[in-house]
């Protein structure tokens, strides 16, 4: 008689199939529990930082405006000397690493 030496063994089979059924029998918990549930500690996280500590002031940041002898690169959007001025182009100016 001819052997299938691709087919499973029996042995190999039955426990797959015991195994799968087992996963499927197990207490999972629904999809919508764990949405509520990563909802509910997102909200408790709200107002601490990364590491954990809660931060309760403003940050105050002082915008300086752009000078006479700047422009701001249409490409990177970082605003640059007027000595890296590449190009301008309809109204647009471009750094030199830009069109590099």
Known sequence: MATDY????????????????????????DAR???????????LDEGLTPGGEIVSEE?????????EDEFTCYSCFLV???????RETNGHSYCIECEG
Not at 80 to 86: E, G, P, V
């Open 80 to 86: 640059r000397h007027q000595s890296q001025l590449a």
């Open 59 to 67: 940050l105050i940041v002082q915008v300086i405006p752009q000078a």
């Open 6 to 29: 691709d087919d499973l063994r029996s042995d190999v089979k039955e426990s797959q199939d015991r195994s799968l059924e087992a996963l499927k029998s197990a207490n999972a918990p």
């Open 33 to 43: 529990s764990v949405v509520t549930e990563l909802n509910e500690a997102d909200a």
